[in-house]
């Protein structure tokens, strides 16, 4: 019990009576918390203590990645892995994807070249490839909806696209 009493004294906890939920009001001054100080020590002993599983960091990479609160999330339709009929003599066809959001289409080929595709109805938009935490890349789609990207995605990916009115978001799929 002694080590309690000498752990109270070295904290200035000697005075407190232990009644009530706290510190009477006053005894400890506002100026000596340092409240930058205090999160950081919370912060590191948390990610010691119980740190984030990875499965769940990268859900909310990828759930970062939908930040946009106006943008409307485009469901596959088709995929060419799933939906399509091999063809004979091809050994490795390019893949077909399909996306829909209410009247907007995003048809894409996923090729070892990169990705083609065309928005429905045609016209310009900016659209983003979106790879998790790296750096996304930027393609233009042009008047009649026409996209190309000189680099295909790896691994899991996702497309944004920025109309001048809306922002649509197709479902993540893996490369």
């Given at each position: 019990?002694?080590?309690?009493?000498?752990?109270?004294?070295?904290?200035?906890?000697?005075?407190?009576?232990?009644?009530?939920?706290g510190?009477?009001?006053?005894?400890?001054?506002?100026?000596?918390?340092?409240?930058?100080?205090?999160?950081?020590?919370?912060?590191?002993?948390?990610?010691?203590l119980?740190?984030?599983?990875?499965?769940?960091?990268?859900?909310?990479?990828?759930?970062?990645?939908?930040?946009?609160?106006?943008?409307?999330?485009?469901?596959?339709?088709?995929?060419?892995?799933?939906?399509?009929?091999?063809?004979?003599?091809e050994?490795?066809?390019?893949?077909?994807?399909?996306?829909?959001?209410?009247?907007?289409?995003?048809?894409?080929?996923?090729?070892?070249?990169?990705?083609i595709?065309?928005l429905?109805?045609?016209?310009?938009?900016?659209?983003?490839?979106?790879?998790?935490?790296?750096?996304y890349?930027?393609?233009?789609?042009?008047?009649?909806g026409?996209?190309?990207?000189?680099?295909?995605?790896?691994?899991?990916?996702?497309?944004?696209?920025?109309?001048?009115r809306?922002?649509?978001?197709?479902?993540?799929?893996r490369?």
């Open positions: 019990m002694s080590d309690m009493s000498d752990m109270s004294d070295r904290h200035g906890f000697d005075d407190f009576d232990g009644s009530g939920d510190p009477p009001d006053g005894e400890f001054p506002a100026d000596d918390w340092d409240c930058g100080l205090l999160e950081e020590e919370l912060r590191q002993a948390a990610a010691i119980d740190p984030v599983p990875a499965g769940l960091r990268g859900i909310a990479v990828d759930a970062f990645a939908l930040h946009d609160l106006d943008a409307r999330v485009a469901e596959l339709t088709f995929d060419s892995l799933v939906d399509g009929i091999p063809v004979r003599g050994n490795d066809p390019p893949r077909m994807l399909t996306f829909q959001a209410d009247a907007v289409t995003v048809d894409v080929e996923v090729t070892e070249d990169g990705l595709g065309q429905l109805p045609p016209g310009p938009a900016r659209i983003e490839v979106l790879s998790g935490p790296r750096e890349a930027r393609l233009t789609a042009d008047d009649l026409r996209f190309t990207g000189e680099a295909p995605p790896s691994g899991p990916f996702a497309l944004r696209l920025r109309t001048g809306e922002v649509v978001v197709t479902e993540w799929l490369a």
